[in-house]
């Protein structure tokens, strides 16, 4: 009952609102289902404080993935104030091509993504830059964020560094490095046909730059200091420092270099000319982290560019994840999710079919948890003990969790993936999800090869996930 009545007053309310039901509709529905759900809970003789219990808990693993957006916003703010988007966009003009756009942004971000192992990281640093030249170039939106979350979560998922890479392993029970060389198997090929499809979503045309490069040249420094708070947060994506402090070093970087490139700029955001000059420095990349930037070169293109950012700007999405979750954390606790991937399971009498159960299990879990890491851990506790009972290695199942759970959950506008995908690219989910090809093909091919037999790798006793994790 909450599950239906959540479907009905989602799809009223992009009815009714469209791409701006993100704005304050999917939260008011998923506020209105989790009350069903907890009346519902009561006449099953679930006690409230449960049910509060269990929507704070899930809030509370949200918290981790809420910080990092508000850091984003930060970034977005100082990176535009200190020319590091300026820079990026500019070099992206000069290097990409219409013609092979989509394409490179594919190759691009999922290189980057391999080396990082995050998603999230690839898209709040050059994804904005390559939807900035996107911009530009007067290329779809829409198809940018796609090609820039389809290269990113196929280097998230391939990453030894990558959070969901090893939760899928340890969920499973699974070596770390024999995952990620079973998940190749499928990855490959889907970005193969991921990057076939882009080349034919090139813009060829008569594209000229040279007017718009031209004016950033006049008014800011496209040379290589702006692109130092880039370089930082991926150093320390690398060195594996963690997420929120890595964006939010990242932030106070782009407020440094701003300083040190145009002080005028930064003590304008103060609004406050009384003040002297080392405090209005400082209150204007205060305002800025906190409320965005406001760009005031009297050329309007890019002016409509920079102006943005600010953890003010995510309040939204963090309303929206905030929502998600309680209601996830009460479905799960009173047996919503349970019932609905037992019943998933029981029609899993082959191993084609097992695997496919655990996807639509997978995706069932982010439409309702909202969560990718709960659409992991769930269904891969729940399926552990069928794989096991087929004799299937536990990379198997590993693999089609990454295969499943961690591709499609930028692809559910209320899931904290979707949402921080679409606050950061500002595209709205249902807007890019027909383009987020790697995403939408992955969970296919990797349900394919399970049916064809391909890589169904079979092993007639399990060793315990603390024997198989090193």
Request: proline share 4%; hydrophobic share 55%.
């Amino acid at each position: 009952m909450p599950v239906v009545v959540l479907v009905l007053l989602l799809m009223a309310a992009y009815s009714l609102y469209g791409d701006d039901a993100a704005e304050g509709a999917n939260q008011l529905a998923l506020t209105f289902a989790a009350v069903v759900a907890v009346a519902i809970g009561r006449r099953h003789g679930h006690s409230y404080d449960s049910m509060r219990e269990a929507a704070v808990e899930s809030v509370n693993t949200g918290l981790g993935a809420i910080f990092i957006l508000l850091a984003v916003g930060a970034l977005i703010g100082t990176w535009a104030m200190s020319g590091t988007l300026v820079a990026m966009v500019y070099w992206g003009l000069k290097i990409l091509s219409p013609d092979f756009f989509y394409f490179s942004v594919v190759l691009i971000c999922a290189i980057v993504a391999l080396c990082v192992g995050s998603s999230w990281t690839v898209a709040g640093t050059i994804g904005i830059g390559l939807m900035g030249v996107s911009q530009q170039m007067e290329l779809n939106p829409a198809i940018t964020a796609g090609a820039i979350i389809s290269g990113a979560y196929f280097g998230d998922k391939s990453s030894p560094l990558s959070d969901a890479t090893n939760l899928a392993t340890a969920a499973a029970g699974a070596q770390l490095y024999r995952h990620i060389t079973e998940t190749l198997w499928t990855s490959v090929p889907t970005l193969g046909i991921c990057l076939v499809v882009f080349l034919f979503f090139g813009a060829p045309g008569d594209f000229d730059p040279t007017t718009f490069t031209g004016a950033l040249e006049q008014s800011f420094d496209v040379g290589l200091l702006p692109f130092l708070p880039l370089v930082f947060v991926l150093v320390l994506a690398v060195v594996r420092f963690p997420p929120f402090l890595t964006i939010f070093a990242g932030a106070l970087a782009g407020g440094v270099i701003a300083v040190f490139l145009y002080p005028s700029n930064v003590a304008l955001m103060a609004q406050d000319p009384e003040l002297p000059a080392g405090w209005a420095l400082l209150k204007g990349v205060w305002t800025v982290m906190a409320q965005g930037y406001v760009s005031e070169t009297g050329v309007a293109v890019i002016d409509s560019f920079l102006t943005r950012g600010g953890m003010e700007s995510m309040l939204v999405t963090v309303w929206l994840i905030l929502t998600a979750l309680a209601f996830g954390g009460i479905v799960d606790r009173i047996g919503v999710l349970d019932r609905l991937l037992g019943g998933i399971l029981k029609a899993a009498h082959t191993s084609g079919r097992l695997v496919g159960a655990l996807v639509a299990a997978a995706i069932g879990t982010n439409l309702l948890a909202s969560d990718q890491y709960i659409a992991i851990v769930l269904p891969g506790k729940i399926f552990q003990k069928a794989f096991r009972k087929m004799g299937l290695q536990p990379e198997v199942l590993s693999r089609a969790l990454g295969d499943s759970a961690t591709v499609t959950s930028a692809l559910v506008p209320w899931n904290s993936c979707g949402a921080y995908m679409a606050a950061t690219l500002g595209v709205a989910t249902v807007s890019y999800l027909p383009f987020a090809v790697f995403n939408l093909l992955n969970p296919v091919v990797t349900v394919a090869f399970a049916f064809l037999g391909i890589r169904m790798l079979k092993s007639e006793t399990w060793k315990s996930t603390g024997d198989r994790s090193a």
